[in-house]
Structures are given as C-alpha cells and as structure tokens.
C-alpha cells in the first residue's frame, strides 16, 4: 500500500495566486474573537470566562432522550426533510409564546425562523447594507456582529453607553450631523437588555425617545433581544418592538441562551415588506432553517414546561453573577472598575488605560484562563483597556479561579507600571461603596467610550444593603 506525501501548506507566495479572484468586501472581512478563542478555550485545562455559553448541562437528559424519541416515532421522515423558508408553522407559534411572556404579541406571518440569532444580523444586514451605507450601533457592541458588518462594508458609528444603556442624545446628534453631510443611517442595531458585551440596561425613557426617534426620521431599528427572560432582579422594561408594534422595529429572537445553543434556531419579525427581502436572502443562502431543530422546539414546547427550565437557569446565572462579582472585587486592584449586570451573561470590566488587554489575554493563557478583549466589540481599536467576562458557562469555583488568575496578572501590570514611572492609573476610583463615576477620555467624533461611568467595586455591600 503506497502513502502519499501531503500536499505543502500555502505560503504568502501561493495565496498571491489566488488574490485578484477575491471580491472586495473580503478586505473587511475579519474573524470572531470569540471563534478565534475556541481551540484554546477547549483545552480542559482552560478556564474560559471569554465565550457567551449557556450551561447546557442543566438541561435534562431524559427530557431530550424523549424529544428525540417522539420525533422518531411520530415525524421521523418529515424531520429529515426540507422546510419552508419561513419555518414550521407549529414552531412559530412556539416562538409566539417565547415573545408574549415579555408582553409582545407578534404574528406569525410576519415571523421567519432562522439558523440561529446570527443569521439574523447576517441577513439584515445583507437585505439594507450597500458597501459604505452607515450603521448605528453601541460603543461597545455584541463582538459577534463586527465581522458581519465588516463584510458587508458598512460604515458602523458607534454611540457612547452608560449605566442606563445607549446615550440616546448623543446618538440624536450623531443622526443630526449625518444629516447635514447628506446620509441616513440604514438601521439601528441595539441590545436593549443585559447588553452584550456590557451588561447594561437601557432605561425605559430611553427606549421610548428611542423609538420616537425611528418614527420621526423613519428608521429601521434591530433589536437584538437573546437575555431578555434571563433576569436576575428589578421589573422587567418593555421590549423596543412592544413600544412600535412592529412598523420601524426588527426584533431578534433566540433559543440559543433559553433552551439550547447547539439546535441553532432563532427568528426575525419585521415589517412585511422588510420581511419579503430577508425570506429572499434566506433562500439565497440555506434554503430553510433545519427542520429537525424546529420539531425539537415544538416537541419541547409541548411539555409546557419551558418557563421552570427558564427560572431555573436565572437561579443558577444569578448565583454565578455574585460570584463574579464578588471575585472581582476580592482580586482585581483598586484601578479596575466593572458593570454589575440584571441580567443575561456578561460583565464589562475596564482596566488602567496602560494596559492593553489584548495583550493581557496572551499573559492571561498563560496562565491557563481565557476572557474576550475589550477591542473586539470596536470597529474603530477603541475598548484596548476593557475585556468582556461571561459567568454563565463555568462554576462557582472555576469562575473565583478564573478571576484571580487574571488578578494576579492584571496586578503584576500595574505594579510594573508604578515601577517603571512611579505614577498610578489617571482611572483609579474611590473605595468609599458610593458609584463610582470615572469620565471617559475623548472618543473619536464616531461616538464609543473606553471606559463606561458604571459601578466598581464594593458589589457585596451594595449588594447587601436594603
């Protein structure tokens, strides 16, 4: 039996052979920092606080052995079989409920079921963006829509946040100099609630004047809403399409974060006309959405027992949550400050302006513990001091681990500094549990702030007091 020799790797010099096939949006293209981290994030040995995973072990293996077990028996071929593009009808009414338990009553006509909450952004983009068309998005953004609107060559300006979400005013004047160089933005994309990569909220009269914005200037507005039934305290705040009705506002759905990452089901409802454009690119681009997936959905939903796995995922996030804080502030120095989520997945927390925590992350593997830079929810290399944790996919104890180990190498970088220039960090807060408010540094006019005037430390006091 002859072996053959494997073909070399492509070199520079072979790729240069390829590159005048490549269209130009490909120059935009840019990769995922949460993919990137991947390879290294599944060493068992690694301790990943940098993906936005659910904990998927909590879901009851017989409760899946017997979804699987109905569909085989009773819609086994028709689970093999291609869909509408539009998805299932039993799985739009499944997505229906998931939107009324947050007061929304949307029709399932003008619903499409996707692969996936990503694909939503994907598609949309691809229905409005024409290379250069502006985007309106929050500074920071979910990292996960960066390298999509980068392919599609969008110009994407970024609007500051603080504790209650996306400045709204500011994002008013931005719209008005956009106004007078001749240009309208396509779209509006937020994350409402628990902000990926933020964790804040945007506050209710924000969200009203937000959306009296879009109906004033006639405004598509994509909200993103993946953590809305993940929280951890206070009174929910109505839903963006809740307050439009569905003229100017898409709304992004998921069961990725409620029910499983890996059946890759998610949904849009939009304006029909909007809705007519995304069903075309759908087609374009997978044909349907996996019916398999929708028939595990409505097997699910069949139970009517998805609201108690929903709760039991909020106790068991919560908990995770004020571990994390709690961690941050036994471990990070005193020039570090965090957001204190009410909800969904994630903390931002930023660090002294001279460090740069994509270089942090490599010190960080190092040590065998991983989180997302903060420059990945930038289009513009802004956010270099600030990192994105999530508490959702690991435990108590591996999250307090994970924690100090980037404590210990956070303090080490601020000790060299004092060292080598005998100063401290401009962005050192008080330590007195009052908020702590730290002023940005100026940001380039495209809007965006490296550092949010949120919470720092003293979570546990604060957390304690009545």
Not at 324 to 336: S, W
Request: negative net charge; glycine residues 8%; charged residues 25%.
């Amino acid at each position: 039996m002859s072996s053959r020799t494997p073909p070399p790797r492509s070199t520079s010099r072979d790729l240069e052979r390829y590159a005048g096939l490549f269209a130009s949006r490909t120059k935009g293209m840019t990769s995922s920092a949460m993919r990137d981290l991947m390879a290294v994030t599944a060493r068992p040995e690694v301790i990943s606080l940098a993906g936005g995973l659910p904990d998927t072990s909590t879901f009851p293996p017989d409760t899946f052995a017997a979804m699987t077990g109905r569909i085989a028996e009773e819609s086994c071929a028709r689970a093999l079989q291609y869909g509408p593009t539009e998805g299932l009808e039993e799985t739009k009414r499944c997505i229906a409920e998931v939107m009324a338990a947050e007061d929304m009553h949307a029709d399932p006509e003008d619903m499409i079921v996707t692969t996936g909450g990503q694909q939503v952004i994907d598609l949309v983009t691809k229905t409005l963006i024409d290379p250069g068309d502006v985007v309106i998005a929050e500074g920071p953004t979910y990292p996960g829509a960066v390298p999509t609107f980068s392919s599609y060559q969008a110009e994407v300006v970024q609007i500051d946040m603080d504790s209650d979400g996306m400045r709204v005013d500011l994002m008013e004047e931005v719209l008005e100099r956009l106004d007078r160089e001749g240009r309208k933005p396509k779209f509006i994309y937020t994350v409402p609630s628990f902000q990926n990569p933020a964790g804040v909220t945007l506050s209710v009269p924000r969200r009203k004047r937000l959306v009296e914005v879009a109906h004033e200037r006639e405004l598509l507005v994509l909200e993103d809403n993946p953590y809305g039934l993940l929280r951890y305290e206070g009174a929910p705040n109505p839903p963006l399409y809740s307050l439009d009705g569905g003229v100017f506002v898409m709304y992004l759905g998921t069961f990725s974060k409620i029910l499983s990452p890996g059946i890759r089901l998610g949904w849009v409802v939009a304006p029909p006309p909007v809705l007519e454009k995304i069903n075309l690119g759908k087609q374009g681009t997978d044909l349907c959405t996996s019916t398999l997936s929708q028939l595990m959905v409505s097997a699910y939903f069949e139970e009517s027992r998805w609201r108690d796995y929903v709760e039991s995922l909020t106790d068991i996030y919560r908990t995770r949550r004020d571990t994390m804080l709690d961690a941050l502030a036994d471990h990070f120095p005193p020039q570090a400050e965090w957001t204190r989520p009410g909800g969904g997945l994630f903390i931002w927390a930023t660090l002294p302006d001279f460090i740069d925590t994509t270089d942090l992350l490599a010190r960080a593997l190092r040590e065998n513990v991983a989180f997302v830079p903060g420059e990945a929810a930038y289009l513009d290399g802004r956010g270099r001091s600030s990192m994105r944790l999530n508490f959702s996919g690991c435990d108590e104890e591996d999250i307090r681990e994970g924690i100090r180990r980037i404590g210990e190498v956070v303090t080490e970088q601020v000790a060299l500094y004092g060292t080598l220039t005998g100063e401290t960090s401009r962005q050192s807060l008080p330590h007195d549990g009052a908020q702590a408010v730290v002023s940005p540094q100026p940001a380039p006019e495209s809007g965006g702030a490296d550092v949010l005037p949120l919470p720092g430390r003293a979570e546990r006091e604060r957390r304690a007091t009545p």
